[in-house]
């Protein structure tokens, strides 16, 4: 049991170094921590939805996933998460689409800190751009 304890420690120790963002909602009971894991685990797919989207300018899909992203986040306790699709969706609907690029190389960044706060390894793959999430 002390072994165990001192690895979850040391990565939890590399996680918050890492920049690590855990949900407000992780201490809640064992189930809803399941439920937390089992949608980080999801989160790399949903956001490479939104990338594909705006890399082929499809706009309202875009808008749609941000929405999807900005309710579920918050759900699931990670208000970072809402907070850049909130901005994504704003961007969006005053045209500004240049800089919905950038928010989206910022949500690609704040998964990878999510999933680092998570126990589980997933990837997400832009075309261009080969995003890795893995927590050791």
């Not at 002390?2 to 407000?24: D, F, K, M, P």
Request: charge should be negative; glycine fraction near 8%; hydrophobic fraction near 40%.
């Amino acid at each position: 049991l002390l072994q165990v304890t001192a690895n979850y420690l040391r990565a939890q120790e590399s996680a918050a170094e890492n920049g690590a963002i855990y949900s407000t909602l992780a201490d809640e009971d064992p189930e809803f921590q399941e439920l937390i894991l089992q949608y980080v685990q999801r989160l790399p797919e949903m956001v490479e939805e939104l990338a594909q989207a705006a890399e082929q300018s499809a706009w309202d899909q875009v808008r749609f996933f941000a929405h999807k992203l900005r309710g579920t986040g918050g759900g699931f306790g990670f208000a970072q998460l809402t907070d850049i699709a909130a901005k994504i969706g704003f961007q969006v609907h005053n045209k500004n689409y240049w800089e919905v690029g950038k928010l989206v190389d910022e949500l690609h960044t704040l998964c990878q800190r999510i999933i680092a706060g998570a126990t589980a390894n997933t990837h997400c793959d832009n075309g261009s751009r080969t995003y890795q999430y893995s927590v050791e």
